[in-house]
């Protein structure tokens, strides 16, 4: 019976191998066709914003850099630059100060409607901004707030301040309580428990809070585009109205300031995948 059973062990396996490869290479060649696409995008971009022009050629005809000094004048690429730093560094101050605390009442208390709270924490992340972006921006309208940078920072605060909740949580729950009860029986309060015994424990979570938030706000454009007037514009909002507004402008330094801000964006999340892990933040989250 074994020389009838390994003769046909042997006929299925290849037989399985070979029902698994046309699947495989659909796979691979949907993949290479994406990053392909992706990748002659972003060279067409940057070739075309350091062109001196470039019509029917393969290649623009000439090469200069000053379609980046033409970008950083003609659209006042300087004080976008310093609203989008002020913005995203109060987003951050902001949503952690006011995130940790949240994020250790949920970790650490039961009371009534704790359930209903963390539900209603949890929309602004799942719910698409422009679906709360435009009554959010009528609202700080109304109070004269839109158009300003406190606006801005106000309706960033919406998403970024749940993100931290949610993101702190379990950093807060992995803590063993006794060491908690053994500061408040030294004489602690709660105010120094939190700033002399949690924080340092929480400054791998704050780290990682701190920069998702960083990249999340500086690449939000729906709330910032519903609320920022000209003096509060952030570079991905500055991109949108130097695309879409009235006038003939140069593609090529609108291309530059394009690459300005996807270089922005990749150094900003190739610090956040050097600080965080995103699959030991899901484990926590679901622990």
Known sequence: MSTDVMPRQALTRPRARLAMRPGAWITWAVLAFFFINLLGVIATVVLDSFGRQWFSAWLPSGW??????EAWSEFNLGQVLVSTLEITLAVVVLSLVLGAPAAYALARRDFPGKRALSLLFLLPIL????AYGIPLATVLYKFHLAGSLTGVILANLVPSLPF???TMTPFIEQIDPKIEHAARMCG???FTVLCRVLAPLLVPGLLAAGILVLVRT?????LTFLTSGPTSQTLIVALFSAVNSAGIRTSQSIDAMAVLYTATMAVLLAIALRFVNPTALVARSSE
């Open 64 to 69: 200069t850099g000053s379609w980046y000094s």
């Open 164 to 166: 931290v909740i949610f």
């Open 218 to 222: 500086f690449g939000m454009f729906e």
């Open 127 to 130: 719910v698409p901004p422009i």
């Open 188 to 190: 602690a309060g709660t």
